[in-house]
């Protein structure tokens, strides 16, 4: 069974960081590409990054190029989301999930963590 579990959230005002992980078990995640969504209140959840299971490659939506950066360390079987220059429309909950690559069906969704961000 893949069980993922994110971490990281929280309160941060407008400009400031956080870096989400999100940690597997039950499963080796270096098989997996692992993505990162997200969902605001009253909006539909939206992919906002993804990073191939070797780490070789990575996307990110157009809202957050250039702030956000995916990275993964197999050795821990973490994947990490480093949220830096946040702004309030960045405020939801996020999700990792896994995927066979960044383009397949999400097999596996986590918890969530919830990201707010206001001063």
């Known amino acids: 069974q893949l069980h993922l579990v994110e971490s990281g959230g929280g309160l941060v005002q407008p400009g400031g960081s956080l870096r989400l992980s999100c940690a597997a078990s039950?499963?080796?995640?270096?098989?997996?590409?692992i993505g990162w969504f997200r969902q605001a209140p009253g909006k539909e959840r939206e992919g906002v990054s993804c990073?191939?299971?070797?780490?070789?490659?990575?996307n990110y939506a157009d809202s957050v190029k250039g702030r956000f950066t995916i990275s993964r360390d197999n050795a821990k079987n973490t994947v990490y989301l480093q949220m830096n220059s946040l702004k309030p429309e960045d405020t939801a909950v996020y999700y990792c999930?896994?995927?066979?690559?960044?383009?397949?069906?999400?097999?596996?969704w986590g918890q969530g963590t919830q990201v707010t961000v206001s001063s």
């Open positions: 999930a896994a995927r066979g690559f960044c383009l397949a069906p999400v097999r596996s």
């Open positions: 039950g499963f080796t995640l270096n098989t997996y590409a």
């Open positions: 990073i191939s299971s070797s780490g070789g490659r990575t």
